[in-house]
């Protein structure tokens, strides 16, 4: 599976878009792109996922590039309770899923 | 959504004794389920992978004389920590995927084990 890489940590305003940006340049034609997020102290809560097309759901929309080396998860309206670890993971057909250090999210009032 | 439960959610026990995490999904069958541990501000490391009726595979550096693993049904795997010491303190989270779709996995809630 792929390596992703993804910032550290990111701040956003209550209310506003958050967008989550993650790097995948070496991933695979048939590999998926997958996120994820662990709130403190729960298991991980799947979000989204996609191959090639921009996909949107009552959570997310996840931005994949044309050459398919970046993805952009997309919060439209962030609240506090996003505040959370999100884990961005490319893995062909749900094979053992490996986790990356993730991107600490703190949403802010 | 599909549901995926842990039991029990915590447990303590002393040095030396064994405890048993059981996952279960609760609305659907998985013949492949994961188990994961994590420590204190780091991220998931996968220990195992459970199959349906098979030995699992076990991630390089994780004992599985030590971390006991039965997939016994589609619906539950369980996890056995034989002669638990303190460094085995952590939380421990399985996951599943449903055999209709392939493509989604679901986490259980995981279980915090304090070994004193």
Redesign the interface.
């Known amino acids: 599976d792929a390596k992703t890489t993804q910032p550290p940590s990111m701040d956003c305003a209550e209310g506003r878009a958050a967008n989550l940006p993650c790097n995948h340049s070496t991933i695979s034609g048939n590999e998926?792109v997958y996120w994820?997020r662990?709130i403190h102290?729960?298991?991980?809560?799947?979000i989204i996922?996609g191959l090639k097309n921009n996909e949107t759901n009552e959570m997310a929309s996840l931005i994949i590039t044309e050459d398919r080396k970046s993805s952009t998860l997309i919060l439209p309206h962030a609240t506090l309770r996003d505040t959370a670890?999100y884990?961005c993971i490319a893995l062909y057909?749900?094979n053992?899923?490996?986790?990356?250090?993730?991107t600490r999210l703190t949403v802010k009032p | 959504g599909a549901v995926v439960s842990q039991h029990p959610s915590w447990v303590i026990c002393k040095s030396g004794t064994s405890v048993k995490i059981e996952c279960r999904s609760l609305d659907f069958q998985a013949t492949t389920m994961f188990w994961y541990r994590q420590f204190p501000k780091q991220s998931l490391m996968l220990m195992a992978t459970s199959n349906e009726g098979s030995k699992a595979t076990y991630e390089q550096g994780v004992e599985k004389d030590k971390f006991l693993i039965n997939h016994a049904s589609l619906t539950l795997s369980t996890l056995t920590v034989t002669s638990a010491h303190p460094e085995d303190s952590s939380f421990y989270i399985c996951s599943a995927s449903p055999l209709a779709s392939s493509y989604e996995q679901y986490f259980g809630p995981g279980t915090r084990l304090t070994v004193t």
Request: no cysteine; aromatic share 24%.
């Open positions: 998926y994820y662990q102290s729960q298991g991980p809560q799947y996922h670890v884990y057909n749900n053992d899923m490996r986790f990356g250090a993730g």
